[in-house]
């Protein structure tokens, strides 16, 4: 490129296809929280900051002699432009191409997925899903961005767009690294032309920022009436990292701040826990719930959110060695004294004192959260709903805290008539019958399957309570967890229920003579559906219903075997065992059928059990076929 021809090198490229649609949206509907934008470009200033600060770790000749690195925010009445500078690591022609021209982020998909046309709402996803930049537009009509990268030999660019479709990118000349972004104002955004009220959104939105964020200095002007701007620069906010100061010298509403500027999220976080440690591994760490799930909490590569930092030095973002992955809902700081700088994901992963980081962090989450179920339990709900499923996940991949874990599990129930998850392990064992030594769940793939499953029947009559569990994460969670407080969890969908320490002698005796009177049907059922099933027996578990299936108490249960199946793996054959009701009509009715029916009746009776407990038949037409035909006998 030859200096005398700069034109040539401009050029004029068009958006992708998604940012020209988050652009109409950002100018044409999310206004009801204007000021944002400078909460994001200063965000983003101090990002570039960071960037900087690490790179030149290694290459500390990217700093040429200039390692005092500030944010500044000017304005001008008469230009009408607010213009925001930082010298952080600035942008190459290709990174401002790729970074200002295309959302690479996988959550864009998302972000207008969850778009209500509700304006606030819409305004609070913004942060959320990294579109930061573009709020920009909400209030200029025109956005100039002149960057120059970090280094040696880096030719500066200018970008241009009005946010219609297409940007401008352009040599250009510019003293210095870093990036200043000209906000040309529409016409009815005068507001932020003032000193006052951009100081004021300044230090709400960064006073946590650990760089300082610099306005000219004003003083009032007698002659003309009103401030004039003076050439020094003054910091408008605290600059120093918040996670540094004392708990005593920050309020709520900076730790929320702060939270916001950390998380891209726009309402305040549930709790936080901020804590020096010291020892043997002496770190500082600000740790805090969010309120709501992020879109892809599900997602296993997603970002984890704890931001690492040695000595204040910012190291890394997501450093997901940092907490056990099932917290990985937790947003905050880490700041570790004991770590080298030049720290790397690989060393994370090997290093001694990382693990104690972690341990200390899981230990520190589960008090914030032990500490809110207790006392503010209404506030612990909003939590479970929100994060219960991935907090489930601890009970197989934290052993070490697993009774803890369980002790902030929350369960649907038979003792109340909702789907909500409000009942603990220990408000269960508090209403244990006399004699009952075991707690009794039922699993299914939803509330409703679980809460009427035929296996509750006995317990319903008994007055004993049941745990419904419906979430995916439960199956697998079971088979880590086998007790809560010694006594052990047992499915009442699996066979050889102990019920016996609760029935009374009558009971008993009933039984008993039932089995006696019942063998011979039993035997014939059996021989009629030879290898369909394992087993044929009485059972006193149930009701209301004629049969059901269930499994030995070692066999994988039908449900997980569904989601096995539904996974793509490969599952063993589990053959079910066909329960009978003695003393329900339907049995009376089969017991009386000729020959030629009584095949009929044992298929309906084994595929009526398997629909209940929540399978899929295998053939259903056959099934409906056979229903109605012994529906016209009737
Ligand atoms: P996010 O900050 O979540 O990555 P933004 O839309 O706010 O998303 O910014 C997009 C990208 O543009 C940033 O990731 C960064 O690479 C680049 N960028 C924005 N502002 C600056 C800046 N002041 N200095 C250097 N790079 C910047
Ligand atoms: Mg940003």
Not at 143 to 152: C, D, I, K, N, Y
Not at 368 to 382: F, G, I, V
Not at 395 to 416: C, K, P, V
Request: charged share 30%; glycine share 6%.
């Amino acid at each position: 490129m030859s200096q005398t021809e700069p034109v040539s090198t401009a050029e004029t490229l068009g958006f992708q296809a998604e940012v020209k649609q988050l652009l109409h949206l950002m100018i044409h509907s999310l206004y009801s929280n204007k000021e944002i934008f400078l909460r994001e470009l200063v965000s983003n200033a101090s990002d570039a900051c960071d960037k900087l600060r690490f790179e030149a770790l290694d290459q500390p000749d990217l700093l040429q002699g200039d390692s005092d690195l500030h944010i500044r925010v000017e304005y001008d009445k008469d230009a009408r432009t607010i213009t925001i500078s930082d010298n952080g690591v600035g942008m190459s022609r290709e990174e401002a191409i790729a970074n200002l021209g295309t959302i690479a982020r996988s959550g864009t998909k998302e972000f207008f997925s969850q778009l209500t046309g509700d304006k606030q709402k819409d305004t609070q996803l913004i942060g959320q899903f990294g579109v930061g930049f573009y709020s920009s537009f909400i209030v200029a009509d025109k956005v100039s961005v002149l960057t120059r990268r970090a280094g040696e030999g880096q030719e500066a660019v200018l970008w241009e767009s009005t946010g219609e479709g297409e940007f401008t990118i352009a040599a250009a000349e510019k003293e210095g690294r870093g990036t200043s972004i000209t906000l040309h104002l529409r016409p009815d955004e005068d507001e932020f032309l003032d000193g006052w009220r951009l100081r004021n959104v300044l230090r709400r939105y960064s006073d946590h920022i650990s760089l300082p964020v610099q306005m000219r200095k004003e003083e009032w002007d007698e002659e003309k009436g009103e401030q004039a701007k003076q050439e020094e620069w003054e910091s408008v906010n605290q600059a120093n990292a918040l996670w540094t100061r004392a708990k005593s010298e920050i309020s709520d509403e900076q730790y929320a701040e702060f939270y916001k500027h950390i998380a891209h999220d726009f309402e305040d976080p549930l709790a936080w826990t901020h804590n020096r440690v010291e020892g043997r591994s002496e770190y500082t760490q600000l740790l805090y719930v969010p309120k709501k799930a992020p879109f892809d909490l599900w997602d296993r590569d997603a970002r984890r959110g704890v931001k690492l930092y040695v000595k204040r030095v910012f190291i890394m973002d997501d450093a997901e060695q940092l907490l056990p992955a099932y917290l990985r809902f937790v947003r905050g700081v880490i700041d570790s004294a004991d770590l080298p700088l030049n720290v790397s994901r690989e060393i994370l992963q090997e290093s001694r004192d990382v693990r104690a980081i972690r341990e200390g962090s899981a230990k520190r989450i589960l008090s914030l959260l032990e500490d809110l179920a207790e006392n503010k339990p209404e506030q612990y709900a909003e939590f479970w709903t929100q994060f219960g499923q991935v907090l489930k996940e601890g009970a197989g991949e934290d052993m070490g805290n697993q009774a803890r874990i369980a002790g902030l599990m929350r369960f649907a129930s038979t003792h109340n008539d909702t789907a909500l998850q409000n009942v603990s392990f220990a408000d269960y064992v508090g209403r244990m019958k006399e004699g009952q030594d075991k707690i009794y769940y039922v699993t299914a793939e939803s509330y409703a399957a679980a809460s009427h499953s035929p296996h509750l029947e006995v317990f319903r009559k008994k007055g004993i309570e049941v745990l419904l569990l419906s979430d995916r994460v439960d199956e697998w969670m079971l088979s880590y967890l086998r007790e809560f407080d010694g006594k052990s969890l047992v499915s009442v969908a699996k066979g050889g229920l102990d019920l016996d320490a609760m029935a009374d002698e009558e009971e008993k005796k009933h039984q008993a003579e039932v089995a006696e009177t019942f063998k011979p049907f039993v035997e014939r059922l059996q021989a009629t559906l030879g290898d369909k099933v394992k087993e044929v027996r009485i059972t006193a578990r149930l009701v209301d219903s004629p049969a059901c299936v269930v499994v030995d108490a070692n066999e994988l249960s039908p449900h997980l075997l569904r989601m096995l199946q539904a996974a793509g793996q490969e599952a063993p054959e589990v053959k079910p065992i066909l329960e009978i009701n003695p003393d329900h009509a339907l049995i009376a009715r089969v017991q009386q059928a000729e020959d030629a029916d009584f095949e009929e009746w044992s298929l309906l009776l084994l595929e009526q059990a398997m629909l209940a407990e929540g399978a899929s038949l295998q053939d259903p037409a056959t099934f409906v076929k056979r229903v109605n035909r012994l529906l016209l006998q009737a």
